[in-house]
């Protein structure tokens, strides 16, 4: 709710692997104790690779105009296609997530939603342990 007009939705051929990520998106209602617990997405963040060479991402932004060219954007990936409709290579359903607040924070904001091929997102890091708000 803190952005005007209708949300998109992304289209997702042949299915996907939603189970296989759980471990990188843990629902808020899962660890929440009380009432008054923060309500927020404990997520594994991982880095963008930044080689403008490679195949173009499919990105939209939450904020119309805003450009997903600087370093501080990660993500958070949520599915992957399925193995039977890689003909192109596996793809990523993505949450697209920028720092909230100070640097070296382990909370972030939503900045929009992809689709990424693997070579887009850095696997021989790990992911930092964080949550969105």
């Known amino acids: 709710m803190a952005y005007a ?8 051929p042949g299915g996907a692997e939603w189970a296989k990520w759980e471990q990188d998106i843990v629902s808020p209602w899962k660890k929440a104790r009380n009432k008054n ?3 927020e997405l404990e997520v594994l963040v991982r880095d963008l690779e930044d080689n403008k060479r490679q195949r173009r ?5 939450d904020e119309p105009g805003r450009a997903f060219d600087s370093s501080p ?7 992957s296609s399925n193995p039977l409709t890689q ?4 793809e990523y359903y993505v949450l ?3 720092p909230l607040g100070q640097r070296g924070s382990n909370i972030y904001e ?3 939603v992809g689709r990424l091929y693997e070579q887009q997102i850095v696997w021989n890091k790990a992911g930092i342990k964080a949550y969105i708000r």
């Open 5 to 12: 007009g209708g949300i998109r939705y992304m289209h997702v």
């Open 87 to 90: 003909s192109r290579g596996r």
């Open 110 to 112: 939503r900045a929009g």
């Open 96 to 98: 697209i997530v920028t």
């Open 73 to 79: 954007f990660k993500c958070v990936v949520v599915g």
């Open 57 to 61: 991402a499919l990105i939209f932004s």
């Open 37 to 39: 617990d923060p309500l």
